[in-house]
């Protein structure tokens, strides 16, 4: 596959995976959309896992990592698609652009690394002012709003942490072994809560619902993974982090496009300060280098 057609998948998978999300969960239980999506997903990674021959290693860090991301999958989205049961599913993936920001402050508190230079800790400032005004504006849409935000936000902090978590383990192993252990992990722990919470078989699910369902478990689990591991391993790092540029403002377009959510202007501001503080974040250690050698060669 081509790098320039594996990005344009991720793209297209990141852009639409929040609406599928919403749109999955009409006329039924969040938790039915998620166990299935997770369901599909799973059969789905064991059926490539067999067909590349992919090895499935099965040491005591390999299982470490299975748990970590399995637990890190049922986590995070319990939390999503709670969350995005009271929120416009652009602002999903506007709240996940923050994940490289958060991860590098995790990093800092939880590994000690120290990387967060002056700009970096600005561009921090700017993607949470521009959250709280998010947040703000949320207030107008009553509790509900607010704490389908929070909890997107909890989704994706305890994403990061997974992050510096599953670094930490340094399994080594493949990425499909990775992620098919993963959402094995996250159906067995979302079936068992579906029993414990007693949830009912929806009577009757719309054909949008089940289209939603049935895109996430194949394109927005294991193909979306895939695609964006295999930019990792052949795109440098600069362009894959563009991604997370572009997501956010086509989610939030394509959410006011198909499924009529409004843009404030609030958002709409709140979205520009985010998205200007994760370009500072990505770029602005690089502009402030060349700004020196211009200076200095001038």
């Not at 340094?170 to 993963?182: E, F, K, R």
């Not at 198909?258 to 843009?263: F, G, S, T, V």
């Amino acid at each position: 596959m081509s790098v320039p057609a594996a990005y344009l998948g991720v793209i297209i998978i990141w852009t639409t995976t929040p609406l599928a999300i919403k749109w999955s969960g009409e006329g039924s239980h969040f938790l039915f959309a998620l166990t299935a999506r997770m369901a599909i997903a799973a059969v789905l990674s064991l059926i490539l896992l067999r067909a590349t021959g992919a090895s499935f290693p099965w040491h005591r860090k390999a299982r470490a990592n299975y748990f970590a991301v399995g637990f890190s999958l049922y986590g995070v989205m319990t939390l999503v698609y709670w969350g995005a049961q009271y929120i416009p599913s652009g602002l999903i993936s506007l709240i996940f652009g923050l994940a490289p920001i958060a991860t590098a402050l995790l990093a800092t508190l939880l590994l000690g690394e120290n990387n967060l230079t002056p700009v970096k800790l600005f561009s921090m400032a700017m993607g949470l002012g521009g959250l709280m005004m998010v947040f703000s504006d949320s207030a107008l849409g009553g509790r509900q709003t607010s704490l389908g935000i929070a909890a997107v936000v909890a989704a994706m902090l305890l994403h990061c942490i997974s992050a510096v978590w599953i670094k930490q383990i340094d399994a080594d192993i493949p990425a499909l072994a990775s992620t098919a252990g993963g959402v094995i992990v996250a159906t067995f722990l979302l079936q068992s809560t579906w029993i414990a919470l007693d949830v009912r078989m929806p009577g009757q699910i719309s054909s949008k619902a089940i289209g939603s369902i049935i895109y996430l478990g194949l394109a927005g689990s294991v193909l979306g993974f895939s695609l964006y591991y295999y930019l990792l391993k052949h795109s440098e790092a600069t362009k894959v982090a563009l991604i997370t540029l572009i997501t956010p403002v086509s989610s939030l377009l394509l959410g006011n496009w198909l499924n009529a959510e409004a843009l404030s202007a609030s958002v709409i501001t709140g979205a520009s300060i985010i998205l200007s503080g994760l370009v500072l974040f990505q770029f602005g250690e690089g502009w402030l280098r060349w700004a020196k050698k211009v200076a200095i060669n001038t």
